[in-house]
């Protein structure tokens, strides 16, 4: 029984016969896009038989157009007619610029290459560049007219605001178009605008439909004379037409209400353009021979497409492999140069460490020769001789100092130098240490008075001799460790110049390896081929799946011939 309604219901086979030929168009469409990038590794005639299909598509659509002078109600009346706002109301700026709604996967505005998402951001933009745009695209998943999203509807500039570009808007669309919908509103019903633009369509137009849109000023007018009015209206156009009273604002402000939009007449509207559009119902015969054509077509072309992906597949995997190499390198001897630091500092702290620990041998060679000194003080009491010793092993012990600075400075700055960086190390000033008076004259008096001198300059030789614990225990102590914060502060400075120099060699090393890199990319235009495998890797399962598709709409196509249409 469902196939019989189908066979023999215009309406329901124009409407299947639609969805078909919709669901064709978008498939070849999405090949297309695919193809045309492909172009010159496919058979010859592809892309320009492609180009022919969808044209063949293109001119199956039917075409309908909203005339009426501004302010008649034409943008309502789409809005109405598609249950949703898609055309700006009582918009000035698109006074002279057309709209053109047409189905599409989402509901969407272009204006030239600018793609909007709502109608607040196409009226923003449009109030910015009022007079930048030819048309105003719109693209909706809504089936405008049940016809399988087979019709597209023109909202056109408003006559009366700018004649001279809306005549030629109009010379331009109405060979194109099947039929047009003319928006007249009380008490201008037909102006000398309408006139001259019946006098036009009579020509070019076989069909034609006039709405009266029944708007706010039509609300103190009984039913009677709404009738007389509508008479007087359909006597004045000479051709052809259908006439209907719609409340347009009442059909889309209450579009949810199955009730108000049936009395505001749209409902009544709607079903003559479905009736007209389903006697213009396609040629489902031609439509199976256009996917069949369709899917001979891109199975030819499979092959060469995995081909080419297969080859570009290779060709990426071969250039990145040689670009993991470069970086590789790279990398290698980025961690080199940061050993090389690592090895550089431990370098510097061993000589650092070594000169210290001569340091501290040397100072205790000094308090070995200022003890014996005193041993023999001890023994002897002449305090003379142990001044003179100590300031000659004082005076040595200055000269080594003096030289141990000099040679861990030679050493330290060679090292720099040798590992390439750069430093200036101020040499160590190095003056004499001060001694002092061993003892107060009293007490060396007393340590050589009375008996047991020896025993008693032994057991209290510190009592006896302040001034030479006084530079064991703090002079040489402070001189050492003045030495040992200056080797320190060579060595930090030593070892920030190579840390220098290491971050130096590293950005080279950077910089050579992406360098590198780059000159791999662009000698073997990687990135077009990476777009071109990406493109691919996702395309030709696509395409697959396409080619099974328009082989299903053929089918389905078939079904329809045999059931008899």
């Known amino acids: 029984m469902k196939q019989a309604a189908l066979t023999t219901d215009p309406a329901l086979v124009a409407r299947a016969s639609g969805l078909l030929a919709t669901a064709l168009r978008e498939s070849l469409q999405l090949a297309r896009d695919l193809v045309q990038a492909e172009e010159p590794h496919l058979p010859p005639g592809t892309l320009p038989r492609l180009d022919q299909l969808l044209g063949e598509f293109s001119r199956r659509r039917i075409r309908i157009a909203v005339f009426g002078e501004v302010k008649a109600g034409k943008s309502t009346l789409i809005n109405a007619i598609a249950g949703k706002a898609l055309s700006p ?14 189905y599409g996967q989402e509901t969407s505005w272009s204006v030239n290459e600018h793609r909007l998402h709502s109608l607040q951001e196409l009226e923003s933009f449009m109030r910015e560049h009022p007079f930048n745009a030819s048309e105003v695209r719109v693209t909706t998943p809504l089936d405008l007219l049940s016809l399988g999203g087979q019709v597209d509807l023109l909202d056109t500039p408003g006559m009366g605001s700018r004649d001279r570009h809306f005549d ?93 939009r049936s009395a505001s007449g749209i409902e009544s509207f709607l079903n003559s353009l479905r009736r007209f559009a389903a006697s213009n119902a396609r040629d489902v015969a031609a439509l199976r021979e256009a996917a069949k054509a369709g899917t001979r077509w891109l199975e030819s072309v499979l092959p060469a497409l995995e081909a080419r992906f297969a080859e570009v597949d290779r060709y990426v995997r071969e250039v990145r492999a040689t670009i993991a190499a470069v970086q590789q390198e790279g990398e290698q001897e980025l961690a080199e140069a940061r050993q090389r630091q690592s090895a550089f500092e431990a370098s510097i702290s061993q000589l650092a460490q070594a000169s210290r620990d001569r340091a501290q041998t040397r100072r205790a060679k000094l308090l ?21 010793a100590v300031a000659s092993a004082v005076h040595a012990f200055t000269n080594d100092m003096t030289v141990l600075a000099r040679d861990t400075r030679d050493r330290l700055v060679t090292a720099a130098a040798a590992f390439g960086a750069d430093v200036s190390l101020t040499p ?29 300059r032994a057991l209290w030789k510190q009592w006896y001799l302040p001034g030479l614990e006084r530079f064991a225990r703090d002079t040489l102590t402070n001189e050492v ?85």
């Open 89 to 102: 109301v009582a918009f000035d700026p698109l006074t002279s610029v057309p709209v053109h709604i047409t």
């Open 368 to 388: 070995e020769e200022v003890y014996t000194a005193r041993r023999r003080w001890m023994r002897n009491g002449h305090l003379l001789r142990l001044e003179r």
């Open 428 to 456: 160590r000033t190095t003056k004499p240490l001060e001694v002092g008076r061993l003892t107060p004259e009293d007490r060396n008096v007393r340590a050589n008075s009375g008996s047991f001198k020896i025993l008693r």
């Open 168 to 260: 030629a808007v109009t010379d331009e669309i109405l060979e194109a178009l099947d039929a047009v919908i003319l928006v007249v509103r009380y008490p201008g019903l037909f102006t000398r605008f309408t006139g001259e633009l019946v006098n036009r369509l009579d020509a070019k137009i076989s069909k034609l439909f006039v709405v009266w849109n029944l708007d706010r000023g039509c609300s103190d007018l009984s039913a009677a004379e709404r009738e007389r009015f509508a008479r007087q209206l359909s006597d004045s156009i000479d051709m052809t037409h259908e006439l209907h009273l719609v409340d347009a604002r009442t059909a889309f402000e209450r579009r949810e209400d199955v009730r108000a």
């Open 481 to 565: 460790k003045h030495y040992e914060l200056w080797v320190d502060s060579a060595a930090r400075a030593v070892i920030q110049a190579g840390q220098s120099a290491t971050a130096e060699r590293l950005r080279r090393i950077a910089e050579r390896t992406t360098a590198r890199v780059e000159e791999v990319r662009r000698s073997t235009s990687l990135e077009t081929f990476e777009a071109e495998y990406e493109r691919l890797r996702q395309g030709v399962p696509n395409l697959k799946s396409e080619v099974n598709h328009i082989a299903e709409l053929a089918r389905r196509a078939r079904e329809l011939v045999e059931g008899g249409v």
